[in-house]
């Protein structure tokens, strides 16, 4: 599943510590770091490989791209190995800082254009770990499906990942959970499927949607269709396949 | 001033736990929806009531959060700074500056601990900030402008400022800033002193000069410096480079500025060095991306980096994409508290739109819209549509406001101009669980100031978190700031798309829900403006097709069903929707069932499918909006607080936007349902059904000039761009009949009085005023009593005098239509009445004054000598009415060409202007006994009225329709009174309101105290003289905006105190007026609050209950003060304290309007006067509560009805000449009278006034003799019905909602006389020739006119022949046959 290209990149990890200080304390010295941009120009042929196969709206700089090592993962293996999802949520979050580019290190946040550049076999790895380590029940591709099943709205797919919570008004409305106290950081039989990793939404709702469109969660229609779901409203007509890069201008 | 009221949101304790009981908790909870009975299993009731009404403020957040005690290990001196401020942007990056200040500093530990100005309301909360300012070194302030508020940090900084070791306070209201103290340096003079230091804050006294000179000092700092002493010098230069380090907001920043601060000011730091870098400066505007390296201050120069994006396709980088501009403010840059902003800027590139994001550091935007939105060259718009998400007026901030500047700065730009706003004072979850929505005060500084702007969409994109960190920045709403960019790109789109290939949906209106009602507006005849408007938008490009030939066809097209066979019952349909489709296209559908049961159900629909009433013309569709629903289940649905949309309606928003497509919606005309329907007051959610319904569509809305509230209303909650529209010209009501003869008459006896047929003259008068019913206006002496020659005069005066009301009494005839400006003659009633008005500010008198004054006399001795029945007062009164007449028309025809159109105005006025001899109006008036008359002041006057006069024949209302459609901006104005405020003219204006903080003014002080005497003194004179202990009477909205308050003003003046304004002139506070200035007891007041003012004039209900609860609780003897009287009786019997027994300001639950007594009324649906008077309580016993304000409208049935109890006389304000009581529904909807007499004890009927404040000379009338001088004037009128007449089938509807609304006011006060039915039924059925137009010409409002004639007599309030009943009786079914197409 890793890149062929995630290889040389080990020792550059002390340059790029200090503009993570909005995150946990870096992980041990296996763990992943970043290649900068000077010497970044050998991934491109997954990207390309991908961009042919789908409709090619965006145009990739190579440059941007940054890879990692197999072993990059490890952390973010050993955590959910260790259910320790509080951790193991964190560190999704700053692989995929560390992934979209240089850019969205610098922001400490990622642009939603930016996740085009986190290579696909990365974002797959990531999302394989959750849901070999959740029993599939966390994981983007889950809540991929899920997405899909609301039509693509997101408030009821937080509805449905208990990312939001009921007001108890008079008309039935809802409102986020506050970070971290009221999400749940177990896995057991009440925990929503979907429920981790969080995006968050603090501002909007339009990377979790690059994510969920992302050309790793392509083609999941038919995995999908002989895991048989458990009913649910989906209108299984047309599949969605390569629409997810372009722009949804319909509202 | 020690019992000046200052801080109106204080909360005694016990308050706090009463409220948070949880057995209260549906009185103060409701909802806008019917209560659900099965509450949720996951739902926790006790945390509940807290997050609702906890402490009953607005905001339940808690300072601690802010707090940060250092742990200093190390022991080193301590820091302790306290903050307050309106931007919570500031509290992140404050904290991080001082956690890390903790971590690495050794000279010293920082405890911090701030406020954000809203929670300073809570007692508690005031008091922490208090000791926290004992021990406190250093305080620092910023944007403190609101006054209770402000006045409250003053008073606790100021007992400690010489202690404090500094005091920076940056903008704010003066009284806070001259907090100010760096060492020598001292603002404590601002205002008053002469060095130029000071003078600088002076220089732009206007507009947002303020916030904008200390910005202008921060960059001339070194120019100022040399004109201070060189002791001071360097305390000035730290206090300049403070405010460099405060506006460049970034953590390093206020870390170095805190270093500063305390290095040079702390004592215990006296000579230890403390380093700290030179501020890091931004630009003070320019534009900013996320992704940009770098801010620009030069939009090509942003444009070419744009242009080389590589994350995003070609299409958004093309020059074919629309581009949003966006408006930021620089401190959410610079703080890092921007997560909204990037929201916003990601959702509308993902939505295929550029942006071009502007920010500014100062208050005053409009300088950089100009330059960075404005093409330089071309001086064509950059952008599409420009949203700015600052909230705030365009030029001001919360300081003070310049409209006239950004108007320009708008009108320069020519775009949409769209105002969103982040949650300031509310958290999210504060705000979602509010009925009333947005908190007032940002109501107040958010939405109303920049409708001033002509700002449109006051959407909440962002909210807020109420716990500490990194989250209580800013956070987007997801669904919000998709429902704003969408809509913005909509707009942008406007701007964009060629005229062939725009869509737009006309929505017309239908209630009550009759085909005879469909295009109803008021004033307006619809389908005649919509078939010009049609006209005129073809032959512009629009692809409108197979329009028919003539309105008339129109009308046909729309309310006749072509399949069906005969005539009808049904309405076009347009579009078919089946209900499978409509789930699908509707995502909120499941919400309307809880009250409509599964779609289709039966409203706008064939029971399969939901059915879509209108008409298609290319790519015009013309729409019926469908009704409320009260006729599904009226009764259950008019009495509940609230109701919601029904599946019909939901349909035909879904069909307008989804299959139709529209580009635009126009509503047409005053008004539609689709505002009022159920959400929060201001700020809608996603659950809020007018921003559900509305959707992604612009609204363009056709409103009314004369109704500014409720138009107000239709741009908060369904985001409408209101185009003004000129109610119809007014002319004198004039006389007939038997008012004609009496004139004659009187007349005659004036020349013949003393020659010895004077008695025989009188008798004629007396009984021709018998045989007209002026028997009850004037008192007449028997028939054949002989009396006096001097009793003569004055019976023959007072019946004069009477006439002459009548006469001169302004109405609009006829209908409007939209692009038919008024010709210059029919404009001249209007002139006469606004040339009646002194308005001493324009520096012009009033025509009757100066006409008056040449003969010797004072006008208002006329006046008072005309009403007394003086009879040569009111001949002298005619006569300056009649040359006032004379005068005006001979100057309109001068400037008038044959045709009676105005032609250049400009140059006949130069021309007339020119040569004194020649001016018409000397001319006319040197035939008259007024030839003396002043010539400067008549000239000033002409001048006035000829600016007057091109304004009232101007048209703008098609071209600021296609403005909208082309996606420019539309200038605004004010709505209102044109006689009153000409500024309201040129209609075709987007309407606003006003600043709602602006009122009561000091002159609508004054006529308050005018007309509040004339009603005590007349209640004293028909009430033996006894003071009324308690008036009840109705707060209307529109009625406030014209007036600037009057009404409110009436209000305080009856409880006897005065509104005080801060130093920016708002008003937030009030005053006793002592019982010796007052001269006369207290009097107690129920005030009804219209929803409309409750939605926009909640800060006046807030002063309003303040003011009742502060005179219930002065120490004054009770027979001096009838509030505290009732409030200690009230107390008692109820158990509660004095001050939560002074109640007396109510209205409707929040989200709901009305007493739905008109709509019962209209559709005929109640059963007696009780079931209305009890829907009325139900309605509208919802208080608001100064000390619980958050917890919004509260059920307070028990006060509202002992309160009523007391009530001896209720009042109304008319306030302009064309609604008068008989013309709309509301004034009997809101009228207590016999609702009152049920629940005094004694039983007693109260009087019922009436005060009319239309002309010059106000009166105060009874309710009957209202009644009757309308029904002269309008129903019984030849000149009205006539008027309505040739406005064809609007007009006839027009006449049966005038008898309607009569039997409206026969119902709630029973103040209706025999008479004015039966002569409406002799004017209108036994006329044979009248009785067959009306029946033609739209049989379906004949056929309620019939049924409305019945319903008076079967309901008793008219008796009348055997005779008369059999031939209305008769008459329904043929009409009935006629309308079923059944031809006998």
Same mark, same amino acid.
């Given at each position: 599943m890793a890149s062929t290209s995630l290889r040389n990149l080990h020792h550059h990890h002390h340059h790029h510590c200090s503009s993570f200080k909005r995150l946990p304390p870096p992980p041990p010295p296996s763990s992943l770091f970043l290649k900068p941009p000077s010497t970044t120009t050998s991934s491109t042929n997954i990207l390309s490989t991908t961009s042919s196969s789908s409709s090619t709206t965006f145009s990739l700089p190579s440059s941007t791209t940054s890879t990692t090592t197999t072993s990059s993962f490890d952390t973010l293996q050993h955590l959910l190995s260790t259910q320790n999802f509080r951790q193991a949520d964190e560190e999704t979050r700053r692989l995929l800082i560390l992934l979209a580019g240089e850019q969205s290190q610098k922001r400490g946040y990622v642009f939603f254009s930016e996740v085009q550049y986190i290579p696909e076999t990365d974002l797959k790895a990531i999302d394989e770990l959750w849901r070999k380590y959740s029993n599939n029940k966390f994981g983007y591709s889950v809540q991929k499906n899920i997405w899909k099943k609301v039509n693509k709205d997101f408030t009821k797919l937080f509805l449905k990942l208990g990312w939001m919570k009921k007001l108890d008004t008079e008309i039935e409305q809802y409102n986020y959970r506050a970070f971290p106290d009221e999400f749940t950081w177990e896995l057991n039989d009440e925990t929503p499927e979907g429920h981790l990793p969080l995006t968050n939404a603090l501002r909007g709702t339009r990377l979790f949607n690059s994510i969920l469109s992302h050309r790793a969660f392509e083609g999941q229609e038919e995995e999908e269709a002989e895991t048989g779901e458990n009913g649910g409203l989906r209108d299984g007509t047309k599949p969605l396949g390569n629409k997810f890069l372009k722009p949804n201008y319909s509202f | 001033?020690?019992?000046?009221?200052?801080?109106?949101?204080?909360?005694?304790?016990?308050?706090?736990?009463?409220?948070?009981?949880?057995?209260?908790?549906?009185?103060?909870?409701?909802?806008?929806?019917?209560?659900?009975?099965?509450?949720?299993?996951? $739902?926790?009731?006790? #945390?509940?009531?807290?997050?609702? %009404?906890?402490? *009953?403020?607005?905001?339940?957040?808690?300072?601690?959060? /802010?707090?940060?005690?250092?742990?200093?290990?190390?022991?080193?001196?301590? %820091?302790?700074?306290?903050?307050?401020?309106?931007?919570?942007?500031?509290?992140?990056?404050?904290?991080?500056?001082?956690?890390?200040?903790?971590?690495? $500093?050794?000279?010293? $530990?920082?405890?911090?601990?701030?406020?954000?100005?809203?929670?300073?309301?809570?007692?508690?909360?005031?008091?922490?900030?208090?000791?926290?300012?004992?021990?406190? +070194?250093i305080f620092i302030g910023s944007l403190i402008f609101v006054e209770e508020l402000a006045l409250k940090v003053k008073a606790a900084v100021e007992k400690e400022?010489?202690?404090?070791?500094? %005091?920076?306070? =940056?903008?704010?209201?003066?009284?806070?800033?001259?907090?100010?103290?760096?060492?020598?340096?001292?603002?404590?003079?601002?205002?008053?002193?002469?060095?130029?230091?000071?003078?600088?804050?002076?220089?732009?006294?206007? *507009?947002a000069g303020f916030a904008d000179s200390m910005l202008k000092l921060v960059r001339t700092l070194p120019k100022v410096l040399k004109y201070l002493p060189s002791d001071k010098a360097q305390d000035a230069r730290l206090y300049i480079l403070s405010l460099q380090f405060w506006l460049g907001g970034s953590p390093d920043n206020l870390q170095n500025f805190l270093k500063m601060i305390s290095g040079s000011y702390v004592p215990a730091l006296k000579g230890t060095k403390v380093d700290y870098s030179d501020p890091v400066l931004f630009l003070d505007s320019g534009i900013w991306h996320p992704l940009a390296p770098c801010m620009y201050d030069d939009v090509k120069e942003y444009l070419n980096w744009y242009g080389t994006r590589r994350d995003v396709d070609e299409k958004l980088r093309g020059p074919d994409a629309?581009?949003? *501009? #966006?408006?930021?403010?620089?401190?959410?840059?610079?703080?890092?508290?921007?997560?909204?902003?990037?929201?916003?800027?990601?959702e509308l590139e993902a939505r295929g739109a550029k942006v071009i994001p502007i920010f500014a550091g100062g208050l005053d935007f409009s300088g950089p819209v100009e330059k960075f939105l404005i093409d330089p060259v071309t001086k064509k718009p950059m952008v599409n549509s420009v949203v700015s998400l600052t909230g705030f007026a365009l030029v001001g901030g919360p300081a003070r406001q310049d409209h006239p500047r950004a108007v320009e700065a708008l009108m320069k730009l020519d775009v949409p101009y769209i105002v969103a706003l982040p949650l300031v004072f509310q958290t999210t979850e504060e705000w979602l669980n509010s009925t009333l929505g947005l908190h007032p005060i940002q109501v107040a500084l958010q939405v109303a100031l920049p409708e001033l702007d002509g700002g449109m969409e006051p959407i909440v994109f962002a909210g807020r978190d109420p716990r500490t960190g990194k989250r209580r920045k800013s956070h987007?709403?997801?669904?919000?700031?998709?429902?704003?960019?969408?809509?913005?790109?909509?707009?942008?789109? #406007?701007?964009?798309?060629?005229?062939?290939?725009?869509?737009?949906?006309?929505?017309?209106?239908? =209630?009550?829900?009759?085909?005879? +009602?469909?295009?109803?507006?008021?004033?307006?005849?619809?389908?005649? $403006?919509?078939?010009?408007?049609?006209?005129?938008?073809?032959?512009?490009?629009?692809?409108?097709?197979?329009?028919?030939?003539?309105?008339?066809?129109?009308?046909e097209d729309v309310i006749h069903d072509k399949e069906a066979q005969f005539n009808s019952p049904n309405l076009n349909v347009a579009y078919k929707m089946s209900v499978r489709e409509y789930q699908n296209l509707t995502p909120y559908a499941p919400a309307l069932e809880e009250n409509w049961g599964k779609p289709p159900g039966n409203l706008n629909s064939d029971g399969e499918n939901l059915l879509v009433y209108?008409?298609?013309?290319?790519?015009? =569709?013309?729409?019926?909006?469908?009704?409320?629903?009260?006729?599904?289940?009226?009764?259950?649905?008019?009495?509940?607080k609230s109701a919601s949309p029904h599946h019909g309606f939901a349909a035909y928003y879904s069909f307008v936007e989804k299959i139709f497509k529209a580009d635009a919606v126009l509503h047409f005309g005053t008004h539609g349902s689709l505002e009022f329907m159920p959400g929060k007051q201001v700020g809608m959610s996603d659950v809020c059904f007018p921003d559900s319904l509305i959707g992604n569509i612009p609204n363009v809305y056709y409103y009314a000039a004369n109704n500014p509230s409720e138009a107000t209303i239709a741009k908060r909650r369904s985001y409408a761009n209101t185009i003004s529209y000129l109610t119809p010209p007014a002319e004198n009501a004039g006389l007939y009949k038997g008012l004609k003869q009496l004139s004659e008459l009187i007349s005659s006896y004036q020349s013949l009085k003393d020659s010895g047929r004077g008695q025989q003259i009188v008798n004629s008068i007396i009984s021709t005023a018998r045989q007209c019913n002026l028997d009850k206006d004037v008192k007449l002496p028997e028939e054949g009593e002989e009396i006096s020659a001097k009793e003569r005069d004055l019976v023959v005066g007072k019946v004069y005098s009477k006439i002459m009301e009548i006469e001169s009494r302004l109405l609009p005839c006829g209908l409007h239509v939209i692009g038919e400006p008024p010709s210059a003659m029919e404009a001249v009633a209007t002139l006469v009445n606004i040339a009646a008005l002194d308005r001493p500010e324009d520096g012009v008198s009033s025509l009757p004054a100066i006409l008056a004054e040449s003969v010797g006399r004072n006008i208002e001795d006329v006046y008072r000598g005309s009403d007394k029945g003086i009879l040569k007062d009111v001949e002298l009164l005619r006569q300056i009415t009649d040359a006032s007449r004379g005068a005006i028309s001979s100057f309109v025809k001068r400037t008038t060409n044959k045709k009676g159109q105005v032609v250049d105005v400009a140059d006949k006025l130069t021309s007339i202007l020119g040569f004194g001899i020649n001016e018409p109006w000397i001319q006319h008036l040197s035939e008259t006994k007024f030839y003396r008359a002043d010539r400067e002041k008549l000239r000033v006057l002409f001048e006035f009225l000829g600016e007057c006069l091109k304004l009232v024949v101007a048209d703008n209302e098609l071209g600021s329709l296609k403005q909208a459609l082309e996606g420019k901006y539309v200038e605004p104005g004010p709505g209102g009174d044109p006689i009153r405020?000409?500024?309201?003219?040129?209609?075709?204006?987007?309407?606003?309101?006003?600043?709602?903080?602006?009122?009561?003014?000091?002159?609508? #002080?004054?006529?308050?105290?005018?007309?509040?005497?004339?009603?005590?003194?007349?209640?004293?004179?028909?009430?033996?003289?006894?003071?009324?202990?308690?008036?009840?009477?109705?707060?209307?909205?529109?009625?406030?905006?014209?007036?600037?308050?009057?009404?409110?003003?009436?209000?305080?003046?009856?409880?006897?105190? /005065?509104?005080?304004?801060?130093?920016? *002139?708002?008003?937030? /506070?009030?005053?006793?007026?002592?019982l010796e200035e007052l001269g006369r007891p207290r009097i107690d007041v129920v005030v009804n609050c219209s929803g409309v003012f409750r939605d926009l004039f909640i800060n006046q209900m807030n002063l309003l209950d303040r003011a009742v609860k502060m005179v219930a609780e002065l120490d004054e003897p009770v027979e001096q003060n009838y509030v505290r009287k009732h409030a200690l009786e009230q107390a008692k019997a109820l158990g509660i304290e004095v001050r939560e027994a002074a109640t007396r300001v109510f209205s409707n639950a929040s989200g709901s309007y009305s007493s739905n007594v008109n709509l019962a009324v209209e559709n005929s649906t109640w059963n007696d006067e009780k079931q209305l008077q009890d829907m009325y309580l139900s309605r509208k016993s919802f208080a608001f509560d100064c000390d619980a304000p958050g917890a919004g409208m509260t059920e307070k049935r028990k006060v509202f009805e002992m309160a009523l109890s007391t009530a001896d006389a209720t009042f109304q304000n008319l306030d302009s000449s064309e609604i008068s009581l008989t013309d709309v529904s509301h004034y009997f909807d809101s009228d207590p009278t016999n609702l009152v007499q049920n629940l005094r004890k004694d039983g007693k009927k109260p009087s019922a006034y009436i005060a009319d404040t239309t002309t010059a000379n106000a009166q105060v009338r009874t309710l009957s003799e209202t009644v009757r001088l309308d029904a002269r004037t309008k129903l019984l009128n030849p000149k009205w019905y006539e008027g309505m007449m040739s406005s064809g089938y609007e007009g006839v509807r027009e006449i049966e909602k005038r008898l309607t609304n009569t039997v409206g006011w026969s119902a709630t006060s029973g103040q209706v006389d025999n008479w004015v039915y039966e002569e409406a039924n002799s004017t209108f059925i036994q006329d044979e020739n009248m009785l067959n137009r009306l029946m033609s010409t739209n049989p379906n409002s004949f056929r309620k006119l019939v049924q409305t004639f019945l319903e008076a007599n079967g309901r008793g309030y008219w008796e009348t022949s055997e005779e008369n009943i059999d031939k209305l009786r008769q008459l329904y079914s043929e009409v009935e046959d006629k309308i079923e197409g059944i031809d006998r």
């Open positions: - | 001033m020690a019992s000046l009221v200052s801080s109106p949101f204080t909360l005694p304790a016990s308050k706090a736990d009463h409220l948070s009981s949880l057995s209260q908790k549906h009185f103060f909870l409701h909802s806008f929806l019917p209560k659900k009975t099965n509450s949720n299993p996951n $739902s926790r009731p006790s #945390l509940k009531v807290k997050c609702v %009404v906890g402490n *009953g403020l607005f905001t339940q957040t808690s300072p601690e959060v /802010r707090r940060i005690v250092p742990e200093n290990k190390n022991d080193l001196p301590t %820091v302790k700074i306290v903050y307050v401020v309106l931007e919570a942007q500031y509290q992140s990056s404050l904290s991080s500056a001082v956690q890390s200040l903790n971590q690495n $500093s050794s000279f010293a $530990s920082f405890e911090v601990v701030g406020y954000l100005v809203e929670e300073l309301r809570d007692e508690n909360t005031y008091k922490t900030f208090c000791n926290d300012l004992e021990d406190a +070194n400022r010489d202690r404090l070791d500094a %005091v920076l306070v =940056f903008p704010s209201m003066p009284e806070v800033m001259r907090l100010n103290k760096l060492g020598s340096f001292s603002m404590s003079q601002l205002g008053q002193s002469k060095s130029p230091f000071f003078q600088l804050f002076k220089r732009k006294k206007q *507009g629309p581009i949003i *501009g #966006l408006v930021l403010q620089r401190s959410h840059i610079v703080t890092g508290d921007e997560s909204h902003y990037v929201a916003v800027i990601m987007a709403l997801h669904k919000r700031v998709e429902q704003l960019c969408t809509r913005a790109i909509k707009w942008a789109e #406007l701007k964009r798309k060629s005229k062939t290939e725009k869509k737009l949906a006309i929505t017309v209106f239908s =209630f009550p829900p009759d085909k005879g +009602n469909v295009g109803t507006a008021a004033y307006l005849n619809v389908f005649a $403006s919509i078939y010009s408007v049609l006209k005129d938008l073809q032959k512009d490009g629009y692809s409108v097709e197979g329009l028919p030939e003539t309105a008339e066809a129109l009308i209108g008409k298609q013309y290319g790519n015009v =569709f013309i729409g019926v909006q469908p009704t409320f629903g009260y006729e599904g289940d009226p009764m259950r649905l008019l009495f509940s405020n000409p500024k309201v003219l040129p209609t075709g204006k987007n309407i606003h309101a006003l600043d709602p903080q602006a009122i009561p003014t000091t002159a609508a #002080l004054q006529s308050a105290k005018v007309v509040v005497d004339r009603l005590v003194e007349r209640q004293k004179v028909d009430n033996g003289g006894k003071y009324p202990e308690t008036i009840a009477l109705v707060l209307w909205g529109t009625d406030n905006i014209k007036t600037y308050g009057e009404s409110l003003a009436q209000v305080l003046w009856m409880i006897g105190v /005065r509104p005080v304004a801060d130093t920016l *002139g708002r008003v937030n /506070r009030v005053e006793p007026v002592s």
